[in-house]
Structures are given as structure tokens and as C-alpha cells.
């Protein structure tokens, strides 16, 4: 199964700019026909992540590094759309020791000088990013972030499972 995913892989993009193409799930089909990986696997791991979310995924990539113990991405639950986030600059540094800055950053994510919110209250906090030593922020698309992130631990050698489809969710 890893090697068929890291066929998927290949064929998979980040950033796609084909109208309506959104759905960058891993093992979702989007509208233009792109693929990321999705794979049911079984087998010997030294590690089970369980969560194939940026925290799980960004746990798999830091196991993925050379030496390293082997690895499995166990999804949970389907996923939703995901709209309204945002990374601030401080995560640059993060995104670049994953190894998936370069990767992010041709991504269809807009850059965000600053962030409003009112959480708990009606006072609204304002975060300006403008003179943060990391620069800007993004807006991200989560959808494609995940696939990205996915994309790269299958690359790397993570196996990713499907629990659905195994019958462990």
C-alpha cells in the first residue's frame, strides 16, 4: 500500500486553481480530477497517530524524518469542510522544520496582515502581523492544507488508514 500512495501522491497537487476544485480531501476525487492519497493499510508500526488533522499529520512528518520510526495515520471520522482560519507568521518557522513551507506557500492560501475577533466577548481584539519579525500571516484553505500535509507523510514513507474502512472508527 505505500507505494500505491505514493503513486496517489504524484498525481495529487497543491493549489489548484481549477474552478470549483476545493475538495483536496485525502482519497477525494476533486472536480478537476486530482487525487491524494488514501490508503487502507495493515501492518507492523512503531507509532499509531491517531487523527489526521495538521496537529496528527504534522506528528507523522516529524516521525518521518531519516532514521526515524515508522509511522501510521489513523482518520477517525470523515471530514467536513473546514473555512475561516488563519496561520500566523509565527508558524513560517514550524511550516519550514516540517519541510512543507515551500509547498504551503505555493498553496491557494492569501496572505493575512492581521486578524479581528471577539471571542467571549463583545470586545473585539485586534492582532496586527504587520510588524511581526516573521512577517505575514495566511488565510488558509484548510481542505488543501490537510491534502498537503497528507501528501507529504505518504511521500515520506507515513502510511495513512482509512479507520472507516477497517472497521476501527
Given amino acids: 500500500p505505500p507505494a500505491q500512495a505514493a503513486d496517489a501522491a504524484e498525481r495529487g497537487h497543491s493549489g489548484c486553481r481549477s474552478t470549483g476544485c476545493r475538495a483536496l480531501d485525502p482519497g477525494g476525487a476533486t472536480p478537476c480530477g486530482a487525487q491524494t492519497p488514501r490508503v487502507t493499510g495493515t501492518g507492523s508500526f512503531d507509532v499509531a497517530v491517531v487523527g489526521g488533522g495538521p496537529a496528527g499529520l504534522s506528528v507523522a512528518l516529524q516521525l518521518a524524518r531519516e532514521d526515524g520510526p515508522s509511522a501510521a495515520v489513523l482518520e477517525p471520522h470523515a471530514r467536513r469542510i473546514r473555512f475561516g482560519e488563519t496561520l500566523p507568521p509565527g508558524c513560517r518557522p514550524l ?36 510588524l511581526h519579525p516573521e512577517g505575514y500571516g495566511w488565510r488558509i484553505d484548510r481542505d488543501a492544507f490537510g491534502a498537503m500535509l497528507a501528501r507529504t507523510a505518504v511521500q515520506r514513507g507515513v502510511t495513512m488508514i482509512d479507520a472507516a474502512e477497517t472497521g476501527l472508527s
Fill in 95 to 130: 511550516l519550514a522544520q516540517l519541510g512543507v513551507l515551500e509547498a504551503f506557500t505555493g498553496g491557494p492560501h492569501a496572505r493575512c496582515e492581521g486578524t479581528m475577533a471577539a471571542w467571549g466577548s463583545p470586545e473585539v481584539h485586534y492582532t496586527d502581523y504587520r
